[in-house]
């Protein structure tokens, strides 16, 4: 009798044993596995933000230069948006906003769109989804070249009603078997833009500029001029 109730107390300690050295490695490797996710999203997104405005169009530190624009539910936030600012010799440029498009085919498709300061959009990028891949990964740079369909755009270019797929009416390509996903990310970027022509004067203020600038904006022709000339000075 005392043989088995020892040898039940043995099995349970190694039991015991067992489960906690198991529920240890799950949780350490859980937290590593979440830093290593959340690293590789952040350089992901260091990376969408130098394509969007890339280092030879300001001269900010981009990734730490960050303001707090209104919340509005046209960028899909309750909350401040903060957006990456960027400059060059201390005049605003541009910026890069975070935008959340809600009715992917399979949930939110996270975006940067970047405008310059008139509102012409200087590039979007995914920076999340969770769309089909062969059917609505197409919006990935490294799936097709169709995100760069919005670059020069603006709220006026083409008409609010062309702010569409093809399909429905609009300027901009659908895939093929594939509408939902693109029509998201396209109705995301013009309620971005219209967020931003409405906001215009709070973002003015915000980024330190005056209303009516004694000197204007550098546009991203004059930003490529100066680049030339600084690269073969
Ligand atoms: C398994 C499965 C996955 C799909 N994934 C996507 C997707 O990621 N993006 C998308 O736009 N459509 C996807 N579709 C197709 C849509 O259901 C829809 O047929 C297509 O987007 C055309 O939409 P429309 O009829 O509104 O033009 C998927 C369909 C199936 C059956």
Same mark, same amino acid.
């Given at each position: &009798? ?14 015991g044993l067992f489960a906690i050295i198991?529920?240890?490695?799950? %949780?350490? $490797?859980?937290? &590593?596995?979440?830093? /290593? ?6 350089? %992901?997104?260091? *990376? ?5 405005? !890339? ?12 303001? *707090? ?21 201390? /005049?605003?440029?541009?910026?890069? &906003? ?5 009715? +992917?085919?399979? +949930? ?10 008139? +509102?012409?959009?200087? @590039?979007?990028?995914? $920076? ?5 891949? #062969? ?16 670059? @020069?755009?603006?709220? #006026? ?11 429905? @009416? ?5 895939? =093929? #078997?594939?509408?939902? =996903? ?34 204007? !904006? ?6 490529? +001029? ?8």
């Amino acid at each position: &009798m005392a043989a088995l109730a020892q040898s039940i107390r043995r099995n349970a300690v190694g039991l015991g044993l067992f489960a906690i050295i198991t529920g240890g490695t799950i %949780a350490v $490797t859980q937290v &590593m596995t979440a830093e /290593r996710i959340e690293e590789q999203a952040a350089r %992901a997104e260091a *990376k969408a933000l130098y394509e969007i405005i !890339p280092e030879n169009q300001h001269d900010n530190d981009l990734l730490s230069d960050t303001v *707090k624009l209104p919340a509005d539910n046209r960028l899909n936030s309750d909350e401040p948006v903060t957006v990456w600012v960027a400059r060059r010799d201390d /005049r605003p440029t541009g910026l890069i &906003m975070p935008v959340v498009a809600p009715d +992917g085919y399979s +949930g939110e498709i996270h975006l940067l769109v970047g405008v310059d300061l008139q +509102g012409k959009v200087l @590039g979007v990028r995914v $920076t999340s989804h969770k769309e089909t891949p #062969g059917l609505g990964d197409r919006i990935e740079t490294k799936k097709s070249d169709w995100i760069h369909s919005f670059t @020069g755009r603006s709220i #006026g270019d083409p008409e609010p009603e062309r702010w569409n797929v093809k399909k429905n @009416g609009g300027v901009f390509d659908q895939f =093929t #078997g594939a509408t939902i =996903t693109p029509r998201a990310v396209v109705k995301a970027v013009q309620k971005s833009l219209i967020y931003f022509r409405k906001h215009r004067s709070d973002i003015r203020d915000i980024l330190n500029e005056p209303a009516s600038p004694r000197r204007k !904006p550098l546009t991203p022709e004059e930003i490529a +001029g100066q680049t030339s000339e600084r690269e073969h000075s």
